[in-house]
T-cell receptor, first 118, second 107 residues
Framework: DTAVSQTPKYLVTQMGNDKSIKCEQN?????MYWYKQDSKKFLKIMFS???????INETVPNRFSPKSPDKAHLNLHINSLELGDSAVYFC?????????????????FGPGTRLTVL | DAKTTQPPSMDCAEGRAANLPCNHS???????VYWYRQIHSQGPQYIIH???NNETNEMASLIITEDRKSSTLILPHATLRDTAVYYC????????FGAGTRLTVKP
């Protein structure tokens, strides 16, 4: 069974559209994350979500919004897509929340969703 | 936040040990060192982490210097499938991935 899964794997869309990427984890973890990997291959955290507490990277535009229907899911909604949103988006989960400085913050990543905005 | 410095690329012969260095001279006393890798087009994969003591698991060994200012990830018998970008991360507050080290294992 896949620990962290994302759908779709590829997403091609026009500028201005609204789209969603789904993420599910079956690890029983308490915290989930979204990362963006741009064309230069740098991975940047966008959000972390734990027990209804959302921590947002201040550089993320408010067109991006995470939605968590339950602890196992964290979906990413993107409104008014722009060319610069083209990237690979990774979902991840961990047992504890970042910042706890515990020795078990290892994260498990999904396979990624390649978003192309035309 | 602590920063890490890694060489941009390294080569290793198949079957030999791959030693990947990481400098983290500004690490705080309670910050862990984490290692991840990313094989082409896949999501990052957790490898190992440590605080002060050396650590070993089924994937790798982690050697942390006594002053904690640097560490080395050791893949004891590298295979072609270990070709990937390896990331060393400290300050797990926001998981800052740098550019990492691109390890190429050659036959």
């Amino acid at each position: 069974d896949t620990a962290v899964s994302q759908t779709p794997k590829y997403l091609v869309t026009q500028m201005g559209n609204d789209k969603s990427i789904k993420c599910e984890q079956n690890l029983g973890h308490d915290t989930m994350y979204w990362y963006k990997q741009d064309s230069k291959k740098f991975l940047k955290i966008m959000f972390s979500y734990n027990n209804k507490e959302l921590i947002i990277n201040e550089t993320v535009p408010n067109r991006f919004s995470p939605k968590s229907p339950d602890k196992a899911h964290l979906n990413l909604h993107i409104n008014s897509l722009e060319l610069g949103d083209s990237a690979v988006y990774f979902c991840a989960s961990s047992q504890v929340r970042l910042g706890r400085l515990a020795g078990n913050n290892e994260q498990f990543f999904g396979p990624g969703t390649r978003l192309t905005v035309l | 936040d602590a920063k890490t410095t890694q060489p941009p690329s390294m080569d290793c012969a198949e079957g030999r040990a791959a030693n990947l260095p990481c400098n983290h001279s500004t690490i705080s006393g309670n910050e862990y060192v984490y290692w991840y890798r990313q094989i082409h087009s896949q999501g990052p994969q957790y490898i190992i982490h440590g605080l002060k003591n050396n650590e070993t698991n089924e994937m790798a060994s982690l050697i942390i210097t006594e002053d904690r200012k640097s560490s080395t990830l050791i893949l004891p018998h590298a295979t072609l499938r270990d070709t990937a970008v390896y990331y060393c991360i400290v300050n797990n507050n926001d998981m800052r991935f740098g550019a990492g080290t691109r390890l190429t294992v050659k036959p």
